[in-house]
């Protein structure tokens, strides 16, 4: 079965920092989604990628997909209170919806 | 439109009883899954349906966990009777279709503590 590897497991910055965080499979990716998760609720879809070398943003959060080393990161520039929470990635494990996703990483921002 | 619906939010039994989660999916959508997140993980796939058959029940505990959706639309999961490593946050998600090139729209969840 496919594994999804996130770095950090968590991250604390100051607001104004950028930071980043990335995602590795072991197997091949179909769709490499990013997801952002805050306590006690469901997740929220932030983007979703397909193809090698893509990379795709939504204000000041970018993602970046290398299709051969199978592996993802999400960038956030300047980052601000509303940046806090579990980050994760998933990505398909078939092409059918077989879904996977990896541990989190949980991002703290501090004044 | 409306998002994923689940009920409940929260739920504490003691171990060995027996519970239900109810998911009602975002109109239109034929695929619905159910998801245990453990405090911690990430959220693990327990059972994918196309409309109202299962198409993936590979890591859903069967001795102990049912699901159904029987008339394709919404769903509902049973944990019986439930142990203490069952204390987890369920989701429930639905896409338009059968596809990893679906977004998938995630409910709430239900939280529950088995005491």
Redesign the interface.
């Known amino acids: 079965s496919q594994e999804?590897e996130q770095s950090p497991q968590s991250l604390i910055v100051q607001e104004g920092k950028n930071l980043t965080i990335n995602c590795t499979s072991s197997k091949t990716l179909?769709?490499l989604?990013w997801?952002k998760q805050k306590y006690?609720?469901?997740?929220?879809?932030l983007m979703?990628l397909?193809k090698g070398g893509e990379e795709k943003s939504h204000e000041k959060i970018t993602a970046k997909l290398d299709e051969k080393k199978q592996q993802s990161s999400l960038h956030i520039t300047a980052s601000q209170p509303s940046h806090a929470g579990i980050y994760?990635c998933?990505?398909?494990a078939?092409?059918?919806?077989?879904?996977?996703?990896?541990?989190?990483t949980q991002v703290v921002v501090t004044p | 439109e409306a998002g994923?619906a689940q009920s409940p939010r929260y739920k504490i039994i003691e171990k060995r009883q027996s519970v239900a989660f109810w998911c009602n999916p975002i109109s239109g959508h034929a695929?619905l899954?159910w998801y245990q997140q453990i405090l911690?993980?990430?959220?693990?796939?327990l059972i994918?349906f196309q409309n109202n058959g299962v198409?993936?029940d590979s890591q859903l505990p069967k001795d102990r966990f049912s699901a159904e959706r029987l008339k394709g639309v919404d769903s509902t999961l049973k944990i019986q009777p439930a142990k203490l490593e069952d204390s987890a946050?369920y989701?429930c998600?639905s896409?338009r279709k059968?596809?990893?090139?679906?977004?998938?729209?995630?409910?709430?969840?239900t939280?529950l503590t088995v005491l």
Do not use: C
């Open positions: 999804l179909y769709g989604y997801y006690g609720e469901g997740l929220i879809f979703m397909q994760l998933g990505a398909g078939d092409s059918w919806g077989k879904f996977q996703f990896g541990a989190g | 994923v695929t899954y911690g993980q990430g959220p693990k796939l994918q198409v993936d946050v989701l998600a896409s059968r596809s990893t090139y679906n977004e998938q729209f995630f409910g709430p969840g939280r």
